[in-house]
Every structure is written in C-alpha cells, then in structure tokens.
C-alpha cells in the first residue's frame, strides 16, 4: 500500500515525484496529477519556468515565498518542505468545488483512495467523469478535462 508521508514528515517525499532542494526549501513536483494550471508559472516566473533546466530553481526567490506559490497548486502535484519553519496546514474545513467541465477541487485534509493505496493530500483534482486513466486523478483524457 502507498501513502504519503505521515504528518510531519516530508510530503516531497514521494514515489513518482521529482525533488528540487535548496538550503532553505525542498519542492517536489508529480507530472502525472499536474493539470497545468500555471499558478507556480504566474506566482514566481523566476523559480518556475518551463524554458529552462531544471524547470524549478529553488534558489531564485525566498523559501517562503515559494512555499506560498506552491500553495496555490489545485492539483498537489507540487508539494513543499521547508527546512525550518512551517508546514503546509490543510483548509479546514475541506472544501469541495466542482469546476463546470467536471474536475472536483478539493482542498483540506484529505485521505484519496487509489489502486496503489491511500493517499494523504491537502490539495488535489479528481475526474468527475470517470474516464481518466489515472484514476482518481483527472488526466484530460474526457469531458471534465478538456474543459478546464
């Protein structure tokens, strides 16, 4: 069984999750739930850009701002860890929103049930039309994810 890492722990720490480390934040970032959303893109241009390699420079802004743009995040496919400080605290109560084509946006603390076992997330995007092959995760392959 897969879960995440338990509380307290590292949740950049994850199989299939490549890790960008700096001294002050590690970031994490898991392509195969990332909806391209671009929130990290708008959020801070110098730490998340596609034209480069890597694509995340942990070192080209202060680790909390970065920890707040990967906030942003729907999907949870970009997670954070800071060295010191404080950890991502998940929305309480959950909230659930369901965008027009479909995909659920759920924030708080949440337990995911996948084919691989239990998943814990603060943040994440679910197929609403049962069609994606990354179950439960939206994966644009149906009408919910070629709306968004």
């Known amino acids: 069984m897969t ?4 509380e307290g722990s590292d949740p950049t720490l994850r199989d299939g999750a490549k890790r960008y480390e700096g001294s002050d ?12 959303q671009a929130e ?14 890597p694509w995340i420079d942990v070192g080209a802004a ?4 970065i920890a ?3 906030e942003r995040c729907p999907s949870g496919a970009l997670q954070y860890h800071l060295r010191a400080g404080r950890e991502e605290e998940p929305s309480q109560p959950a ?8 995909i659920l946006y759920l924030r708080g603390d949440l337990q995911i049930e996948t084919d691989a076992g239990i ?4 943040r994440v995007m679910l197929c609403g039309c049962g069609t994606s092959a ?7 392959s149906g009408p919910c994810g070629s709306a968004a």
Request: hydrophobic residues 35%; proline residues 7%.
């Open 95 to 102: 909230r659930l929103r369901r965008h027009a084509g479909g």
């Open 3 to 6: 879960t995440t890492p338990s």
């Open 119 to 122: 998943r814990r997330e603060s």
């Open 40 to 53: 990290c893109l708008r959020g801070l241009p110098a730490v998340f850009d596609v034209e480069h390699r």
């Open 62 to 65: 202060p680790a909390e701002a």
């Open 25 to 36: 934040i590690a970031v994490s970032y898991e392509a195969r739930i990332c909806l391209h």
């Open 68 to 70: 707040e743009v990967v």
């Open 134 to 140: 990354n179950q439960p995760f939206c994966d644009h």
